[in-house]
């Protein structure tokens, strides 16, 4: 999905989804056609159009291992340039400079559905570059905590952990429910221990909203900001 649209109406579309996600997050009722209904008089295309756009802004959240809008399922139908567009958007409202990844992961995805893919040469000799990344300042404590709440087993599938790490410890990793990248707080009450798989599919599977509800449900600690 591209349609030759201008930068302006990318960034309204994204300004219009962190808005109607961040009122979500507070609690408040937003009417999603509403904001669908504003853009496409600004802009002349269709509510349907700007429906879809948004569908592509949560695919581009899912590939970035962000939380989506509810209801907004990912929809993968963006070429990877405005991917990256969307994610520089993103960043850029949240004041933080990042990385794009987006792109090459849609890349790969395209390049994954073609059938008999000929064995690529690869590069031998990959070129690299220093980019500057944000990193939280978090509370060793609040992880330590966690963990040995945990006692080993994964708090969303209920499992052990499915190995031990070098220093002889069930190995689980630490999930900040609300990331602290979308204004989630380092506490004990944000904070829930996960076997590496759930971890990677609460980040980046379909049904990461729902396991997220299932471990404010399930995990008594757990607190809705």
Not at 99 to 109: E, L, N, Q, S
Not at 195 to 218: K, T, V
Request: hydrophobic share 40%; aromatic share 8%.
């Amino acid at each position: 999905m591209n349609d030759d649209w201008n930068n302006k109406e990318l960034k309204a579309s994204v300004e219009a989804y962190v808005e109607m996600q961040r009122n979500e997050r507070a609690g408040q009722l937003i009417v999603k056609k509403q904001y669908y209904n504003k853009l496409a008089q600004r802009f002349g295309r269709s509510e349907k159009a700007f429906e879809r756009r948004m569908q592509n802004i949560s695919y581009v959240l899912s590939l970035m291992g962000r939380s989506w809008l509810t209801g907004v399922r990912p929809a993968k139908n963006v070429d990877a340039d405005v991917a990256e567009q969307i994610e520089k958007l993103l960043a850029k409202l949240e004041g933080q400079k990042v990385v794009t990844p987006t792109a090459f992961g849609i890349a790969v995805r395209e390049e994954a559905r073609q059938k008999n893919l000929s064995k690529p040469n690869g590069n031998p000799s990959p070129k690299f570059r220093r980019v500057m990344i944000t990193q939280f300042q978090r509370e060793a404590a609040v992880e330590a905590w966690v963990l040995q709440q945990a006692a080993g087993i994964c708090e969303c599938c209920e499992k052990p952990a499915p190995f031990n790490g070098a220093d002889g410890l069930p190995y689980l990793e630490l999930h900040y429910v609300r990331q602290l990248a979308e204004g989630g707080p380092d506490t004990v009450s944000n904070a829930v221990a996960l076997c590496p798989n759930c971890h990677r599919e609460i980040h980046y599977g379909i049904n990461a909203q729902a396991l997220s509800a299932w471990l404010y449900d399930n995990v008594a600690r757990l607190i809705r900001d």
